[in-house]
């Protein structure tokens, strides 16, 4: 009964046109955009407008939600799905959006700074002028916003683990193996991984899948030269290689820069 309204629902959603001030928030604040293949572009609009419909965002300390915060946030969200579904975000209940260029737990005072979070109850907690500053780069390979929603969709299996739900039983063996072996090097300090990967992702495994995810998408090329058998399992899961839109790899100078 519920699957049956919410198609009926999203029909509804798609035969409204995409507003011309989304497609100018999009081409003005999210410069991946504007890299994409004019098909993966047109589904990402899509998925963009079922995402701000469907899911509920709350502005914290005094932040009041805008269509900009909703459909930037929404476009980093989608990016993740262009090749996947949409239902990998049916346990995220809401967004919360912080005015802060950091955030900071009011009891874990030893963690940190932090610019946003994913909590395992459905709720992904942003830092606005994070997720600008990550989007407004696209090729540093550093996205609160991709970082965030990679958390969420590994936990779409029930569990921060690095391990998402992957499309074929028979690929968990591989995954976990390649996923193993690289988090160990860049735990050891491997040079390779250090090319392609934030030091953050050492921290435990399921930073490791959301800063991979984060190199993915944003250092395709550089990542598919240093480290293939990483490169080859997130493109297997996420289901394209990024680099067949133009991308930022075209223009990355000196691959030993950190
Ligand atoms: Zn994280």
């Known amino acids: 009964m519920f699957g049956w309204w919410r198609r009926r629902r999203r029909r509804r959603i798609l035969a409204q046109p995409f507003p011309t001030a989304w497609e100018e928030i999009l081409r003005r604040k999210v410069r991946f955009y504007g890299m994409l293949r004019p098909d993966r572009a047109e589904r990402l609009r899509k998925l963009i407008q079922i995402f701000v419909a469907e899911k509920p965002f709350f502005g914290a300390a005094g932040l009041e939600i805008t269509d900009e915060i909703r459909v930037v946030v929404a476009a980093a969200a989608a990016r993740l799905v262009l090749h996947l579904d949409l239902s990998l975000y049916d346990d995220l209940r809401e967004v919360v959006v912080y005015p802060y260029e950091a955030l900071r737990h009011p009891k874990r005072r030893d963690d940190g700074p932090f610019l946003g979070e ?7 907690v942003l ?6 500053a990550g989007l407004a780069n696209p090729c540093d390979g550093h996205d609160t916003a991709t970082h965030e ?11 921060f683990d690095g391990t998402p739900p992957l499309r074929a039983r028979e690929h968990y063996r591989a995954w976990a193996e390649v996923m193993a072996r690289r988090f160990t090097r860049l735990r050891g300090g491997g040079r390779a991984e250090r090319r392609v990967l934030r030091m953050y992702g050492a921290k435990n495994e399921a930073e490791f899948f959301a800063v991979a995810t984060e190199a993915f998408f944003e250092r395709p090329e550089r990542m598919r030269r240093e480290t293939p058998d990483l490169y080859e399992e997130l493109r297997r899961f996420f289901g394209f290689a990024p680099q067949e839109d133009p991308s930022c790899d075209q223009t990355d100078p000196a691959a030993d820069r950190s």
């Open 118 to 124: 994913a909590h395992s109850f459905g709720t992904v």
């Open 127 to 132: 830092s606005w002028p994070a997720v600008e």
């Open 149 to 159: 929603f990679a958390h969420v969709l590994d936990h779409a299996d029930g569990g």
